[in-house]
């Protein structure tokens, strides 16, 4: 195709070209009625002269603009200029995952984890619409500036094959070392042939190569069609045969032989890299059953998703603290949605407010779990006080000074966001389904107007909890606005933390008669440990902003910012954060939705020097260049330098650095510096974002200024000066 920079096409002024396929060509372009970059995509004009190409193109272009997901690249529109036929989309200039992949290295397992699962619910849902990808490969998946996966290429595969102008070698439509051996064959495709392709995706992240190779692209195709896949733990020994089992299964060379949807392989993924891998004990760790996940997946939704870390506008954030130099990044695990049936009733009672269930089954993952109901005991009492000022139970309920307090006024306040989500849409890898019906009842999570609607239908008692990417915690605040919309009034909802499976957990939770009641479920067992408690905080018929805060082994629970108790207990010690319902009357539907959840967590010091002796992290020594000598110690608890400078014309500058500190981007560094002696306008300070030629600085002197400036490809800009005060 020819260069088309510079040209018009349509309302699209096109840049610059961005990469080209065997079937279009994409540049960048300018849309001036939109004010932004998008991308082209253009199709050659010998496919665009063709008739009854550009009919069943347009057609696919509108099906495809339909799909509406999080981890789709989306069509902004359809045209056709001067010969040529083009569809609009994003413009995404961070790379794809074959960028991720040109080490030929094992890609970290929590990473595989989120992109195959954000991949087969990209994919599960085009299912679903009607579409086969047909070319699911590193290149057509995209990575966002948040670290997201964005199929793209929808439905152009399928249509090109279609058209009797486009030929491959066989005949065949696909990329050789991704194809599924019915594609090989020319037979015809389903979805199983983009599970393949998946599970081809999925071998190569755990091994860092594709499990076929050859001279030619044929011989290629010829063993996708043949060879058995060479099992992945020779390449990598520290595959899990759980994780093989996965990958095999999903490559199996007769389509009713891999999974049944990508959705079932995704939760396949997610046992065999559980979460719970990076804190469970050797003992714990087990072979995943892939060809029959029973209970699992009757409890499971239809389809799962994860995302990886990003900012606290979108994402989590990952945050950095320098306290004379720390550094601490949070990763991310997935979660899923948990179901628990049989919970006993929570009405008020006279009797005993701990009560065991039966033994749940061995858990191997943290895969959704349903318990068979208990014996028909009764659960939590109502408190005879109606405020929380009562005398607490010894050893368990302390009430201090807090009783007049809001959450600004604990630690908890002064630390880090790290998810702030107000549900416009799913950025936090929580798990919406459209609908589940199962044993247990029927379940719909969804995200509509800015909030995340559930609601259930229990078949019997009933508690089901959801989570974001997230990693188990320990001390945290969070907070959330929750309503019920309809429904028992028996029903409660409101936090769930400390989840570590979907029998263990605590909850606070609310009800529509205003009482509130704290409780936790140890694998199985039911223990009530505040007990249903009414409180004036709460607002009937309304959204109401629950808060907890956990800080060294004591919870503190909020109402609309209003206190209203708090607890120590660290039975369970970390785990996972989010939202809660429970329903103890099966048949009556109940509604709520969720808005504004916040997650904070407290700063982590992984590196902390007080230059007590010499760490190795700092240089140390004496120097000597052209403009000037130094000599850098480490002495009586501080960090000493001495810089002789001896361009008086122009001044010298002088720096060091962390020595295991390489592209940072999110932190905060602390550090105490004065200066001992020298000229009254020498400015010293911080240095940060160094890649050895760029850098900003912050900087202050003696003389009551500080500066903040950027060196940029060999320019100084000042962002800010203060003259000296």
């Known amino acids: 195709m020819e260069d088309l920079t510079g040209k018009q096409l349509g309302r699209y002024q096109v840049i610059s070209p961005v990469g080209e396929g065997g079937m279009a060509a994409v540049y960048k372009a300018y ?39 999080p981890h789709i690249l989306p069509v902004h529109d359809y045209g056709e200029a001067d010969d040529y036929t083009y569809i609009v989309m994003p413009l995404v200039e961070t790379g794809t995952l074959a960028d991720l992949l040109l080490g030929e290295k094992p890609m970290p397992l929590q990473r595989i984890r989120i992109i195959i699962s954000q991949l087969g619910d990209a994919l599960d849902y085009a299912h679903s619409q009607g579409l086969i990808h047909r070319d699911v490969k590193p290149s057509n998946v995209l990575i966002d500036k948040r670290g997201n996966c964005l199929l793209t290429d929808f439905g152009i595969a399928k249509m090109v094959g279609g058209t009797k102008h486009f030929t491959q070698t066989g005949g065949i439509v696909g990329t050789p070392h991704y194809m599924s ?98 804190i469970r004990e050797p003992s714990q760790v087990g072979t995943v059953p892939t060809e029959d996940l029973a209970r699992a997946e009757a409890a499971a939704r239809e389809s799962a998703t994860d995302r990886p870390s990003q900012s606290t506008t979108a994402r989590r954030v990952a945050p950095w603290l320098l306290g004379a130099g ?80 809001s959450p600004a006024d604990l630690p908890s306040a002064r630390w880090p966001q790290t998810i702030a989500d107000n549900f416009d849409s799913n950025v936090n890898q929580w798990n919406p389904f459209s609908e589940l019906a199962d044993e247990f009842g029927s379940r719909s999570f969804t995200f509509r107007n800015g909030k995340y609607y559930w609601e259930v239908m229990p078949a019997d008692n009933l508690s089901v909890h959801d989570t974001p990417e997230m990693n188990p915690i320990s001390d945290f605040s969070v907070s959330v606005d929750a309503q019920q919309l309809r429904g ?126 010499v760490s190795g992290l700092w240089e140390v020594g004496s120097f000597t260049f052209d403009d000037l000598t130094k000599t850098l110690a480490v002495t009586e608890g501080k960090y000493v330098w001495s810089v002789d400078c001896k361009n008086s014309d122009f001044g010298c500058l002088s720096s060091t650095y962390l020595s295991d500190l390489e592209n940072t981007t999110d932190f905060e560094m602390i550090v105490d510096a004065r200066q001992l002696e020298g000229p009254a306008d020498a400015e010293y300070g911080i240095r940060f974002r160094d890649d050895g030629l760029n850098y900003l600085e912050f900087l202050i002197s003696d003389e009551g200024s500080f500066t903040i400036s950027l060196w940029y490809e060999q320019n100084l800009d000042y962002y800010y000066v203060d003259n000296p005060t």
């Open 31 to 69: 849309q001036p009625g939109m004010d932004r970059y998008v991308a082209l995509k253009i199709l050659p004009q010998q496919y665009a002269r063709d008739a009854e190409f550009t009919g069943r193109f347009e057609q696919e272009a509108k099906v495809i603009a339909k799909l509406q997901h």
């Open 181 to 278: 051996p019915e594609q090989g064959g020319g037979d015809p495709l389903t979805r199983q042939s983009d599970i393949y392709s998946l599970g081809v995706l999925l071998y190569e992240m755990v091994t860092g190569r594709v499990p076929f190779d050859a001279e030619t692209p044929m011989a290629v195709v010829i063993k996708h069609m043949t060879d058995p896949p060479p099992p992945p733990s020779k390449l990598n020994p520290d595959t899990s045969p759980a994780l093989e089992s996965v990958i095999l299964k999903a490559m199996a060379k007769r389509p009713e032989d891999r999974y049944e949807s990508a959705a079932a392989m995704v939760r396949a993924v997610r046992l065999a890299i559980p979460e719970s891998e990076f």
């Open 326 to 405: 720390a550094l601490v990044v949070l990763g991310t695990c997935a979660v899923g949605i948990f179901v628990i049936a049989g919970l006993a009733s929570r009405a008020s009672s006279a009797a005993a407010t701990e009560q065991a269930l039966p033994t749940a089954p061995a858990l191997i993952t943290t895969a959704p779990l349903a318990i068979a109901p208990p014996p028909a005991t009764a659960s939590p009492q109502l408190s005879s006080s109606p405020t929380p000022g009562g005398d607490p139970p010894a050893g368990s309920r302390i009430m201090t000074a807090l009783r007049e307090s």
């Open 488 to 613: 028992s009034q028996e029903a409660d909802f409101g936090i769930v933390f400390r989840e570590t499976a979907a029998d263990t957990f605590y909850n606070f939770n609310i009800d529509s008669r205003q009482n509130y009641w704290f409780s936790m479920n140890n694998g199985g067992e039911w223990t009530t440990l505040i007990e249903l408690t009414p409180s004036a905080a709460i607002r009937p018929n309304a959204f109401n902003r629950l808060t907890v805060t956990a800080i060294d082994g004591r919870f503190y629970f909020f109402i609309n910012d209003q206190y209203v108790d708090q607890i120590e207990e660290n039975t369970l010690r970390r785990g996972r954060i989010g939202m809660v319902v429970n329903l103890y009357e099966p048949g009556v539907p109940a509604e709520w939705e969720f808005d504004n959840f916040e997650l904070r967590e407290p700063w982590t010091a992984a590196i902390i020097d007080t230059f007590d002796a």
